[in-house]
């Protein structure tokens, strides 16, 4: 998969998920950083550091994000199917990092 190809992938998991329960730990972290609560918008402006990339903007270095818990799809060239084209058998737990905007800058081309 190409930094193209996994920003993209990245970006439409972030902004199409349908889950809730990182809501209190983004705001929590947020908050504790200094960031006012009314300026926290998860799936607008807090985003994983390969969909702030989709996006145009670079997480600077050094910035510290949230710790959040998503679900990514596990795949098998195994399970493809008819009724399966994709090979999805499911989904995995994983631990990634999100980002406020106000930790990144807009990439100068």
């Known amino acids: 998969m190409t930094n193209t190809e996994l920003q993209a992938e990245a970006l439409t998991r972030a902004t199409s998920s ?15 950083k200094g960031i006012p609560e009314d300026q926290i918008l998860p799936r607008e402006n807090v985003f994983t550091y390969h969909a702030w990339r989709a996006l ?11 710790q959040v818990l998503t679900w990514v799809p596990m795949r098998s060239q195994k399970a493809v199917s008819d009724d399966n084209p994709s090979g ?10 999100v980002f406020h905007v106000s930790q990144t800058d807009r990439i100068v081309s």
């Open 56 to 66: 145009g903007r670079q997480v600077r270095k050094g910035e510290h994000g949230v």
């Open 18 to 32: 349908q889950s809730l329960t990182n809501y209190p730990t983004i705001f929590e972290g947020f908050l504790a």
């Open 88 to 97: 999805t058998i499911g989904r995995r737990p994983k631990s990634s990092t």
